[in-house]
């Protein structure tokens, strides 16, 4: 009952405003504008306590609220999932990109990576082994060439500009800033 009783006495104070302004205004090209502006103003005071009647004992305010609230949990879930999916991108790419300069690098002294670990951007373990040449293509008449069992086919890749495990090591480190505990070299 209370709330019909302040909603009549909104609408009569609503309906004084208006005439005392429509009192007031002088007669000019602006009057129809600022009655369609006090009809708007009316109609808005005699809606407003319908809706709050209707909107089950929730303000407008902490409707509002709920909605942003729950707009922004979404948002910063969705952010914290595309960030996660880009974090793992990077870091495989990341990882093939390492691994294929590696390689490169190594191709050059006999050389390629077996296995690398990585963790939070650093490696934490790095297997390189010797590539073994057990057989040779020849491009013009695609007959296969098997190395002599006699023929050590490493020293073909000691020479002097193949430098041994340790320069290897420190190379890496050097170029890669991986520490030489954790290159191991089978």
Do not use: C
Request: charged letters at 30%; hydrophobic letters at 40%.
């Amino acid at each position: 009952m209370d709330i019909i009783k302040v909603w009549i006495s909104t609408i009569l104070i609503g309906a004084f405003i208006v005439n005392v302004i429509e009192l007031i205004l002088p007669s000019g090209n602006l009057k129809p504008y600022v009655n369609l502006v006090l009809s708007f103003m009316f109609i808005f005071i005699i809606i407003t306590p319908i809706s709050n009647f209707f909107s089950k004992d929730i303000p407008l305010e902490d409707k509002i609220l709920q909605k942003y609230s729950d707009f922004q949990y979404k948002y910063h879930q969705s952010a914290a999932t595309l960030n996660n999916v880009n974090l793992k991108e990077i870091e495989t790419n990341y990882f093939n990109y390492l691994k294929e300069t590696l390689n490169i690098k190594l191709k050059d002294h006999g050389y390629e990576v077996d296995n690398i670990e990585i963790k939070d951007n650093e490696v934490k373990n790095l297997t390189i082994r010797e590539i073994k040449f057990k057989e040779n293509s020849n491009n013009e008449s695609n007959e296969e060439i098997k190395l002599k069992e006699n023929e050590s086919y490493k020293e073909a890749f000691k020479s002097k500009e193949s430098p041994n495990e340790d320069n290897l090591k420190n190379e890496l480190n050097q170029i890669f800033k991986i520490s030489v505990e954790k290159i191991k070299i089978n």
